[in-house]
């Protein structure tokens, strides 16, 4: 059985937990606290020299970092990736989209604002990385008004991938009244069979 190292308040960790779930995958889940540095220890190191959550371990005891990989590699022939050549990049071509212009700027910003102390010196950051996470959310918003998910008429780890910080937008004080097309996708997801919520309503982390 595989093994999940995550982070629950992370959306990163997240996107595998969904695809898992969804796909009706078992795994043995690890929680890894790296707000106490349990991703720094020398026994997680030495699975991930990076450091970071998620981590999926797989049978043979190898490891494979990075979300959106780990979200390929859970996904891979399943209804979750089209199979069709342009369809496929175009759902890579999301996944790059993520880690490049919109996880940088919403997921840190939501970070700063959620475990950092109000006088924290990276809270000069926020303004610049709330407005690059607007220009993203407009992307997403311009594709979204032409088609119901975002590669097409169907739901793959595209938007796997883009719905776990998204829906998390208000917890980095950003307002997503402004992008209709968004929020009816946000529903759509949340209507997919096996939806898996990250967090309780309260936003608490699930137990």
């Not at 078992?26 to 030495?46: C, H, K, N, Q």
């Not at 759509?188 to 939806?195: F, I, K, L, S």
Request: hydrophobic share 40%; aromatic share 10%; glycine share 4%.
């Amino acid at each position: 059985m595989w093994t999940l190292y995550d982070y629950r308040d992370s959306g990163n960790g997240y996107k595998a937990r969904l695809a898992l779930h969804q796909l009706q995958i078992p795994y043995r889940l690890v929680e890894v606290d790296i707000m106490r540095g349990e991703s720094r220890t020398e026994a997680f190191l030495a699975k991930n020299p990076n450091g970071r959550i998620p981590l999926l371990e797989l049978d043979d005891g190898s490891c494979l970092p990075e979300s959106n990989a780990i979200l390929h590699f859970v996904a891979r022939g399943s209804w979750l990736v089209p199979e069709e050549a342009r369809a496929h990049a175009q759902v890579l071509s999301w996944l790059f989209f993520e880690q490049y212009s919109h996880e940088p700027y919403l997921a840190t910003s939501r970070f700063i604002l959620r475990h950092l102390p109000p006088d924290h010196p990276r809270r000069a950051e926020l303004p610049a990385r709330l407005e690059k996470a607007r220009e993203a959310l407009r992307v997403m918003e311009q594709q979204l008004a032409r088609a119901p998910y975002l590669v097409g008429d169907r739901y793959s780890i595209a938007d796997i991938a883009l719905y776990a910080y998204t829906h998390r937008a208000s917890e980095a004080s950003l307002d997503l009244s402004p992008f209709p097309a968004l929020c009816a996708w946000l529903a759509r997801v949340e209507a997919e069979p096996r939806w898996l919520a990250m967090l309780d309503e309260q936003g608490r982390i699930e137990s």
